[in-house]
């Protein structure tokens, strides 16, 4: 089993930023792939960023691009993610998830992830 925790999110100006930290906890490696994802309200649940394992290339969704930055610490099994030049449409609760390595095609959907945190709240005040 592995359990998963976030922290950091907030409320937050337009413009501003926030890093959120995963903590990974049990039986996970440096072959798990690790990702991000969030969930604005009557939203769907939709990929923010991952990897496939450390040192592999990471992949974000396009609206994140060259704002939000995903790093990865295997040595305490830990993930963030940079969020910068937020807006209001970043507003979402955001989830960690990890998986041992997926394919890439299954990298950024949802329902390949067996293991979650409850999420963090990030608000983007406008």
């Known amino acids: 089993q592995v359990q998963l925790e976030e922290s950091g999110g907030g409320v937050v100006p337009a413009g501003g930023s926030l890093r959120l930290s995963c903590k990974a906890s049990?039986?996970?490696?440096?072959?798990?792939?690790m990702a991000w994802f969030r969930q604005a309200p009557g939203k769907e649940r939709e990929f923010v960023a991952g990897n496939r394992r450390r040192g592999d290339v990471t992949y974000y969704t396009d609206s994140v691009k060259d704002r939000f930055t995903m790093s990865r610490d295997n040595t305490e099994s830990a993930i963030s993610l940079q969020m910068n030049s937020l807006k209001p449409d970043d507003t979402a609760v955001y989830f960690c998830?990890?998986?041992?390595?997926?394919?890439?095609?299954?990298?950024?959907?949802?329902?390949?992830?067996?293991?979650w945190g409850r999420g963090t709240q990030v608000t983007v005040s406008s």
């Open positions: 049990g039986r996970i490696d440096n072959t798990f792939t």
């Open positions: 998830a990890t998986n041992r390595r997926l394919i890439l095609s299954a990298v950024r959907t949802s329902s390949a992830y067996s293991y």
